[in-house]
């Protein structure tokens, strides 16, 4: 936006409410400069201290016996993560796709409004707490498992899934949707032949926005799928499997620098992960949205 | 592909009838149960939640909610220090987060040249996307040192006169617990915040400007007033992330029980007991104890979030409306609103 182009000479108190404008821009653009710095910070020193501890054992072996700072990577962790959050994108996934579809293209205005609300009140459920829900209702009973925290974090998926793709199906020209009705096609054929397929593109960038976000969570995995984890590549879902997360929430307790060290690796490792899909997500996500719109 | 095509519209037609008869109510009923599943577990949840906390509720009533103890030898379990360690750091988090974030988001909308816009929005908002451990091993080996070092003997000397800055300065404590959520919660404002500045209507703007307001007064004047309830939701919901946060505040917080009036002394939250106790508690009154803090914990963020929602609800719908009608009238004149 452009100022309007004043013609007064500025004087006296015009010159003083400048002034204030001024400082007031300044101080906005301390703050952005704040921000941006705090995260050049956090980066940076993630960076610096996790970069050089990494190699090809890191990622390729696990951890060295007895619980021994020196050698051995993290690969138990990767494959862990993997596990845990695969089983959850896979039960998310659908499940949040079908909401999103009952949500935009089939509910009543007033269930779709509760739907939505529901979505939005457990999105914003402290992820603590969804442990702890699934701790009482499986592992309390049956044990550790790394099918419970899966499940805690399909919980945690599902509201971001369904609320993505719910947006993408509202973008979706409704000329598509009239053209294919128009023509005889039956609503669940439109559904899947026209209306999915166009939307696809913001379903798998909102999923992979909500993957990004279940990689990092470690809180709900506490109380279902740690203790006992072995600490060699597992792949088997029914055992605790240890987690990328976990394993730096372990590490940086320990007061052993050599501990500290693989921290900051897996920290970096993790964090990289999470920064490029989440980016790469959002960026797609912007130049699908934009071709939508037209 | 065309093959292919033709393939598909020959299986389509021939099965249309059968399909179609059973097709439609099947996904009817698929999605329903789908959207009432999501909306069950809420309520699985809050069930749940009683159930597992009804041993400590049986055992200490309401009283758990007064009292300070968290001592696993005698049995004895309360929340208020937990309480207070969270009502203190989620406020002072928002306290100092919500000036910085609206200030980020009128330099997005109003200040920042057009072209890095988008960059620097991108940039804040991955600040939200650090996992919360990662920020957390941050916060123990680079901010606390720095907290321990500079800030603490810093703000004792300037501040000390007040009973908030005194005391032994320590690597963790309420005030490194504090700038951690600050960092978490001022992108989760700023980008909402930015959001709702960018609904105002141009003409409101434009015609402050055109009056001879500085853009400061229009800001003022326009801009905050248009997104106020908004804001109030958004620093609900960045309240409602700082109340729930486990990870990263259990491990700079010093998870102690008491309560401290010093910024510098340790303190702890309902989050972050919770999650310091996941070696596993020894009694089960003890797990029935974290399930009881967990159950107030939700009612916390389900008070402020269906508050938050009730504040964005009616002005979601509202600029919303404006901006299509705006477009379309710009549209017709050959313009476009962006």
């Not at chain 2, 501040?159 to 600050?182: C, D, E, K, M, N």
């Amino acid at each position: 936006m452009t100022e309007p182009a004043f013609s007064l000479r500025t004087s006296g108190r015009l010159r003083r409410r400048q002034l204030v404008s001024r400082m007031m821009g300044a101080l906005a653009f301390g703050a952005a400069l704040l921000a941006v710095a705090v995260l050049a910070i956090v980066v940076i020193s993630v960076a610096n201290r996790g970069a050089s501890a990494l190699s090809l054992d890191f990622f390729t072996k696990n951890q060295a016996q007895g619980f021994n700072p020196s050698g051995g990577g993290i690969l138990f962790a990767i494959v862990g993560t993997g596990v845990i959050v695969g089983i959850a994108t896979l039960i998310a996934l659908p499940l949040g796709v079908l909401v999103a579809i009952y949500i935009s293209e089939l509910a009543p205005p007033r269930l779709a409004r509760v739907a939505r609300l529901a979505l939005d009140i457990t999105n914003g459920i402290p992820t603590i707490v969804i442990g702890i829900f699934v701790f009482t209702l499986i592992v309390a009973a049956h044990g550790q498992s790394a099918l419970a925290g899966s499940l805690a974090l399909a919980i945690i998926m599902v509201p971001l899934i369904a609320r993505a793709t719910e947006e993408v199906l509202l973008l979706v020209p409704s000329a598509q949707r009239e053209a294919s009705l128009a023509l005889g096609v039956s609503r669940w054929r439109t559904t899947f032949s026209v209306i999915v397929p166009s939307a696809m593109g913001g379903v798998l960038t909102g999923t992979t926005l909500a993957i990004a976000r279940a990689a990092g969570e470690t809180a709900p995995l506490l109380f279902l799928t740690s203790l006992g984890a072995s600490s060699y590549a597992d792949a088997n879902p029914l055992h605790p499997l240890q987690s990328m997360t976990f394993a730096i929430f372990i590490y940086a307790e320990q007061a052993d620098p050599a501990f500290q060290a693989k921290a900051w690796a897996t920290a970096f490792t993790l964090m990289c992960f999470v920064l490029v899909t989440s980016l790469a997500a959002k960026l797609a996500m912007a130049r699908y949205r934009k071709k939508l719109e037209g | 592909m065309e093959s292919s095509h033709a393939d598909k519209n020959a299986v389509f037609r021939r099965t249309r009838g059968r399909l179609d008869r059973i097709g439609d109510p099947a996904l009817k009923a698929v999605t329903f149960a789908a959207a009432a599943f999501a909306v069950t577990v809420l309520g699985l949840i809050t069930y749940e939640l009683v159930r597992g906390s009804r041993l400590a509720f049986h055992r200490f009533g309401l009283g758990f909610l007064t009292s300070q103890a968290w001592d696993t030898i005698h049995n004895q379990f309360g929340a208020l220090s937990l309480i207070f360690g969270t009502v203190v750091t989620a406020v002072l988090a928002i306290v100092i987060a919500t000036p910085l974030a609206i200030a980020i988001a009128l330099f997005l909308t109003e200040l920042a040249p057009k072209p890095v816009r988008a960059l620097l929005g991108a940039l804040v908002e991955m600040l939200a996307a650090i996992p919360s451990v990662v920020l957390g091993l941050w916060g123990i080996l680079v901010l606390g040192p720095f907290v321990q070092n500079q800030l603490e003997p810093f703000l004792g000397s300037t501040l000390g006169f007040l009973p908030f800055f005194r005391g032994p300065h320590y690597t963790s404590g309420i005030l490194t617990a504090v700038l951690i959520l600050t960092i978490m919660v001022v992108p989760i404002v700023a980008s909402v915040t930015r959001e709702l500045f960018a609904t105002v209507p141009v003409e409101l703007r434009e015609g402050a400007l055109a009056l001879g307001a500085t853009r400061w007064e229009m800001v003022r004047g326009v801009l905050l007033p248009a997104a106020r309830p908004g804001i109030l939701a958004a620093v609900a919901l960045g309240f409602g992330r700082a109340v729930g946060e486990a990870i990263a505040v259990s491990m700079v917080i010093g998870s102690q029980v008491g309560i401290h009036w010093s910024l510098f002394a340790f303190g702890d939250t309902l989050a972050s007991r919770i999650a310091g106790q996941y070696e596993g508690a020894s009694t089960n009154l003890q797990i029935s104890s974290l399930v009881y803090l967990a159950a107030i914990l939700l009612v916390i963020s389900l008070a402020v979030n269906i508050g938050a929602q009730l504040l964005i609800r009616p002005i979601d719908r509202r600029p919303r409306r404006q901006r299509i009608a705006l477009d379309r009238a710009l549209e017709t004149q050959g313009m476009s609103a962006d």
